[in-house]
């Protein structure tokens, strides 16, 4: 189906004009067609579509409550379409692998990973596997390697919570957080807890391996909760080509400096700073410390954080726009979305931005396909003879 998007604000490099798109066979184009369905755009922001990296709000569909469960197929669509309607077109589910039992078990990504699989076709947004492994879940990894041989460009993240929960002197404030997703009891979830950490000589060689053989599978690599500039040296040793959630301004400097993608949580720019006390995103952002924003634990967060960002006057529209779109593509390494551009995947949003405290998605298309209309603005009106120009 070939679509004419006419009369928006439309974003490109160049900053925000009113301008005409024209979608042929899923991509962007600068041909026009005669046949064309038209959708009216005016007043309205285009937009490429979201991408996220990095969102494992999923799991609040899979387990509303601590001990309750909802069969994952149901809880995926849900979560497409939440991530339709947030204008997110294309999301990295952070799946996390870890050594505990419950949700985020083995047992329990292995069910994620063959319903996703199962069901890719019926969701709407491009539905993809971040994968962070929690490096103590050592018996876990032969799989989850496995699993990459099965997913087109994944993204591999290496994660360790594991010590800080052992001697970092958290596990005292969030252990009953923690047993109640697992499922034990806090005493239980410590005893597994303090076991797994006895194993820790076995670790860094797990990470080589890891590194290498993701990579050889074609994922990209990220590295977790950097600490220090040290751990993002280690980690781009290893090919991990983006520090997610630096936990210190000089490691997200060190990967920055570097032409690194340093990744921060949209929620932080929306709440005004982390709920952990970790880097705060929109000073990173004005600072140059944070290049690419993902949802995190909540979908809307990536909309509103750039129109946060922008009236705050620190950023433009185009670079705050970037953060979620262009970099965030870049960093994934999808070179075939995220801008506006002739040959592109045409994943496009339509955002009413009349209240830019709080901007509407009114329409998504997701590869050429019309997946949202809450404004009901088109017309299938064929016989157009203008010229778009891109």
């Not at 962007?28 to 494992?56: E, K, W």
């Not at 018996?139 to 496995?146: I, K, Q």
Request: proline letters at 3%; one cysteine or more; glycine letters at 8%.
């Amino acid at each position: 189906m070939s679509w004419q998007i006419l009369g928006g604000r439309v974003l490109s490099d160049r900053g925000i004009k009113i301008d005409d798109i024209s979608i042929v066979d899923g991509k962007i184009t600068s041909r026009s067609d005669i046949n064309a369905q038209i959708f009216n755009a005016s007043g309205h922001l285009v937009l490429p579509g979201i991408v996220d990296v990095h969102g494992d709000a999923f799991e609040r569909q899979i387990q509303p409550r601590p001990g309750v469960e909802f069969e994952l197929d149901l809880a995926l669509f849900e979560t497409d379409r939440q991530l339709i309607s947030n204008g997110i077109t294309t999301a990295f589910h952070g799946l996390t692998i870890s050594w505990e039992p419950g949700l985020r078990s083995l047992e329990n990504g292995r069910k994620f990973f063959e319903t996703l699989r199962q069901i890719r076709r019926r969701l709407l947004c491009d539905n993809r596997l971040h994968i962070r492994w929690e490096t103590y879940a050592l018996e876990a990894l032969d799989e989850l390697l496995e699993w990459l041989k099965c997913e087109e460009q994944a993204i591999f993240a290496f994660n360790d919570h594991t010590t800080s929960m052992a001697i970092g002197g958290k596990q005292r404030e969030n252990l009953t957080q923690w047993a109640s997703r697992s499922g034990l009891s806090p005493e239980g979830y410590l005893e597994r807890l303090n076991l797994v950490f006895s194993r820790r000589e076995e670790v860094e060689k797990s990470i080589n391996r890891a590194a290498s053989a993701a990579l050889q599978q074609g994922a990209v690599l990220f590295a977790h909760d950097e600490a220090s500039p040290a751990d993002r040296i280690k980690f781009r040793g290893l090919g991990a080509v983006a520090s997610e959630f630096p936990t210190t301004s000089d490691t997200a400097r060190v990967a920055r400096e570097a032409g690194e993608h340093a990744i921060l949580g949209a929620p932080n720019v929306v709440r005004g700073g982390s709920h952990t006390g970790a880097v705060n995103a929109g000073e990173a952002v004005a600072e140059g410390l944070c290049s690419v924003l993902a949802s995190d634990y909540y979908y809307p967060s990536q909309l509103l954080a750039v129109f946060k960002l922008v009236s705050g006057g620190n950023i433009d529209f185009v670079d705050a726009w970037n953060l979620i779109s262009k970099n965030s593509a870049e960093a994934a390494g999808l070179s075939d979305r995220g801008e506006l551009l002739p040959g592109k995947r045409a994943d496009i949003i339509i955002v009413n931005d009349d209240y830019p405290a709080s901007p509407q998605v009114v329409a998504v298309f997701v590869e050429g396909h019309l997946v949202l209309n809450r404004g009901n603005r088109h017309a299938e009106r064929p016989g157009l003879d203008t010229a778009s120009s891109f």
